[in-house]
C-alpha cells in the first residue's frame, strides 16, 4: 500500500526566507506527484505536477522536484512571503490507480512570519 | 457554476442520524471523485466515479457509507447511523476524462460534526 509523508508537520519562517517542503513515498510505482495548496476552510488547489518522467517542475516562486528512486519529492518557494502560508499537500497517483485516484501526505502547515 | 460546489457546507449531525452531502462537479467533468479529511490530516479517498459508473468504492470506510451518481453529474454522499469518528471534512473532486496533469479540482468541503 502506497504511503505518503510530509515532514516537518509544521514549519515557521520569517518573511524573505526560502521554503524546502518534504515528501516521501513509499511505492515508486508512481504515475506522477502532485502538490496542492490548502487555505483554512478552503478546498485544495494544485501548484505543481510532475510526470513520473520528469525531474521537476516550475512556476514563478515555485520549483518541485521529483527523485522516485529515492521516494522523494521536494517543494521549494523563494523568497516567501505572508501570502504564502497555508498547509501545502502533496499526494501521489499510483501507475495502477484507478482514474485519478490520489494517496495525499498529511501535509506541512506553514506560517510565513512578516 | 465556474467550479465543483459542495452543499451543506457546515452540518452538525446527533449521533445516530443520517445526513446526506452533495457534490455538484465542474459541467462536463466526467470523473467524480470523494475524500474524507480528518482535522489536521491529509485526504482520504473514499469512492471514485466515471459518469454514473461507481469504479472503486474501496476507501468507503464501512458500509454506513454509500455514494451514487445517478445521471452522472451530481453526486451524493451519504453516511448512515453517524458516529463522532465520521467528524471529518468531506471534499468532491472532479476532472474531465484524460486527466493529464493540473485539471482536479476540488470543491470547499463540507464540515461534518457528529455530536
Known amino acids: 500500500k502506497q504511503e505518503v509523508t510530509q515532514i516537518p508537520a509544521a514549519l515557521s519562517v520569517p518573511e524573505g526566507e526560502n521554503l524546502v517542503l518534504n515528501c516521501s513515498f513509499t511505492d515508486s510505482a508512481i504515475y506522477n506527484l502532485q502538490w496542492f495548496r490548502q487555505d483554512p476552510g478552503k478546498g485544495l488547489t494544485s501548484l505543481l505536477l510532475?510526470?513520473?518522467?520528469?525531474r521537476e517542475q516550475t512556476s514563478g516562486r515555485l520549483n518541485a522536484s521529483l527523485d522516485k528512486s529515492s521516494g522523494r519529492s521536494t517543494l521549494y518557494i523563494a523568497a516567501s512571503q505572508p501570502g504564502d502560508s497555508a498547509t501545502y499537500l502533496c499526494?501521489?497517483?499510483?501507475?495502477?490507480?484507478?482514474?485519478?485516484?490520489?494517496?495525499f501526505g498529511g501535509g506541512t502547515r506553514v506560517l510565513v512570519k512578516p | 457554476g465556474a467550479g465543483v460546489s459542495q452543499s451543506p457546507r457546515y452540518k452538525v449531525a446527533k449521533r445516530g442520524q443520517d445526513v446526506a452531502l452533495r457534490c455538484d462537479p465542474i459541467?462536463?467533468?466526467?470523473?467524480l471523485f470523494w475524500y474524507q479529511q480528518a482535522l489536521g490530516q491529509g485526504p482520504e479517498f473514499l469512492t471514485y466515479?466515471?459518469?454514473?459508473?461507481?469504479?472503486?468504492k474501496s476507501g468507503l470506510p464501512s458500509d454506513r457509507f454509500f455514494a451514487e451518481r445517478p445521471e452522472g453529474s451530481v453526486s451524493t454522499l451519504k453516511i448512515q447511523r453517524t458516529q463522532q469518528e465520521d467528524s471529518a471534512v468531506y471534499l468532491c473532486a472532479s476532472s474531465p476524462v484524460g486527466y493529464s496533469g493540473n485539471t482536479i479540482y476540488f470543491g470547499e468541503g463540507s464540515w461534518l460534526t457528529v455530536v
Open positions: 459541467s462536463g467533468h466526467v470523473s
Open positions: 510532475i510526470q513520473s518522467s520528469q
Open positions: 466515479f466515471q459518469n454514473e459508473a461507481q469504479l472503486d
Open positions: 499526494a501521489a497517483k499510483l501507475i495502477k490507480a484507478a482514474g485519478n485516484k490520489l494517496t
